[in-house]
């Protein structure tokens, strides 16, 4: 069965710090990945996502992730956080059904709280 | 362009009461899929329904049921609600392929009392 891993429960940085959240994932055979984003007061909002092609996708508000296949790691990135990026991130795998669809389950991490100080 | 919507936002229930919450799918997808999120937790997957049929289950009993109707929208059952049944309960509907992306509802608060 697929799992995901998040690395860090409770991240605290100061605005234009950088920013890392590592997310890995236990499957052997082709995923799709994804980075969920839940802003306080609000519902789960997609944040970027891989299928296929190069591994570094960038996504709304400066977000990008690396997809590392040989570290089975989707780590999520910013260069210069904002205080509006206080929020709970998810990471979330579906694996690709035979025949080239996907799995309809996503499976998520835990989730990565973090709060960013003005 | 119409997103996913959920209803009832909050629930009360008592132990063995059963529940159903109301999905419709966004504007052109025509797949759901159900998942719980406890407190502190992520979401864990339930099922998902596909042209009216279950299309993958997660790990729960059967006393959680669903149905998806001609319009797409879905409904999930719970019955014989247990205490730890209270949770988030979030809607995400999807269109059907290889690059299936899933689109998340605000999600209907359930407290088991």
């Known amino acids: 069965a697929q799992s995901v891993s998040q690395h860090n429960h409770h991240v605290i940085l100061s605005e234009a710090a950088s920013l890392e959240l590592g997310c890995n994932y236990s499957y052997g055979g082709t995923v799709n990945l994804f980075w969920y984003v839940q802003y306080p007061g609000q519902h789960l909002q997609l944040l970027l996502k891989?299928?296929?092609?190069?591994?570094l996708v960038k996504g709304i508000k400066g977000f990008e992730a690396e997809f590392i296949k040989s570290k089975f790691s989707f780590n999520l990135r910013k260069p210069s956080v904002q205080w509006s990026d206080t929020a709970e991130y998810f990471c979330?795998?579906?694996?690709?059904?035979?025949?080239?669809?996907?799995?309809?389950?996503?499976?998520f991490g835990q989730g990565t709280i973090l709060t960013v100080h003005p | 362009e119409t997103g996913v919507t959920q209803s009832p936002t909050h629930l009360i229930k008592t132990r063995g009461q059963q529940v159903t919450l109301r999905c419709s799918s966004q504007?052109?997808?025509?797949?759901v899929s159900w998942y719980q999120q406890a407190l502190g937790q992520g979401p864990q997957f339930i099922f998902q329904?596909?042209?009216?049929?279950?299309?993958g289950r997660g790990n729960f009993p059967p006393r959680f049921s669903g149905l998806q109707f001609p319009n797409y929208s879905s409904e999930l059952n719970v019955n014989a609600l247990e205490l730890d049944d209270s949770a988030l309960y979030l809607c995400?509907?999807?269109?059907?392929?290889?690059?299936?992306?899933?689109?998340f509802g605000p999600g209907t608060r359930l407290l088991v009392l």
């Open positions: 891989y299928f296929s092609g190069d591994p």
């Open positions: 504007s052109g997808h025509n797949t």
């Open positions: 329904y596909y042209r009216e049929e279950e299309n």
């Open positions: 979330a795998v579906n694996a690709e059904r035979a025949g080239g669809t996907s799995y309809g389950k996503l499976t």
């Open positions: 995400a509907s999807s269109y059907k392929g290889w690059e299936e992306t899933q689109y």
